[in-house]
């Protein structure tokens, strides 16, 4: 999805938020801002793609910082906040595909610009409805298939997921995809490990890289020989959207996510904050 001019408020509010959780060292996080909005301004042009300008701000700060991880408490606590809550909830959903797909997509709620209550107040509440359901879609999908990538989006959202993939796996080969290194709240191995879901989560691999979504200029061969191999593809998140939607729509890949932006939103055709499960 190719940038709007929204998008650089939201990229603003990024290097903002990512500096304030790398460094409690005022001089420090003040350079790291600089810099990261000096990218900013030279990268944010027409046709440019918002996830590869966020990957670049992110590492800017990263370096300036000497922090490797600035989102590391946050994922911790969204980790043990997201379990918490899925065990209140979980008994609301039945073992279907079109159930198990509306737990994974509430998972999706979580966003690390928003306060952690009403993050918990919204996953708590009734049972989501899509604004775009191709749900009655996805099991013929995966019954049809005999690898399948299911790429992963933030932290706290893996216990949500778990379902859902056990259920895919009882049809299908299944990998679970994370990320290789820390980059906002996006999932990493050591995020499987700290909830304690290494066994469950079963079979795995990264991306290659440490960006939102996935940057096929810098993902690993591995991956992209994946990517191509694979015969459907399960994509959590705006990250993925954004990036994905660039390729020609093929059938073989499934948008699970909340549209928390406006561009999105109306990259969609949707409400703001509506839940999309699209087959493209």
Known sequence: MRISTPCNLCLSKLVIQAADLATGHAAV??????????????????????????????????????????????????????????NIIKDRY???????????????????????????????????????????????????SRWILFLADNAGEIFFDVPLLQLMRQHARVTFVVKAAPVQNDITMEDIKRAGLVDTIGETMTTGTATPGIDFSVASQEFIQAFERADFVFAKGMGYYETLEELP????????????????????????????????
Not at 67 to 86: C, H, T, V, W
Not at 96 to 104: E, G, I, M, S, V
Not at 107 to 132: L, Y
């Open 29 to 86: 996080r003040e350079l790291a801002r600089n810099r990261a909005e000096t990218v900013l301004s030279e990268k944010f042009k027409p046709g440019s793609i918002s996830i590869v300008i966020a990957a670049e701000l992110h590492e800017v700060i990263k370096r300036t910082t000497g922090n490797p991880d600035p989102y590391r408490q946050m994922k911790n606590s969204e980790i043990d906040m997201a379990g918490k809550l899925f």
């Open 94 to 144: 039945e073992e279907n595909f079109q159930d198990y797909l509306k737990l994974a997509a509430l998972g999706n709620a979580i966003d690390f610009f928003r306060p952690v209550e009403e993050v918990k107040q919204e996953m708590a509440g009734k049972k989501i409805d899509f604004a775009i359901d191709d749900s009655a879609l996805l099991e013929a999908k995966v019954r049809g």
């Open 249 to 280: 729509q093929s059938n073989r890949i499934f948008y699970c996510l909340k549209a928390k932006c406006q561009p999105v939103a109306d990259s969609l055709n949707v409400p703001l904050h509506s839940y999309v499960a699209m087959l493209r």
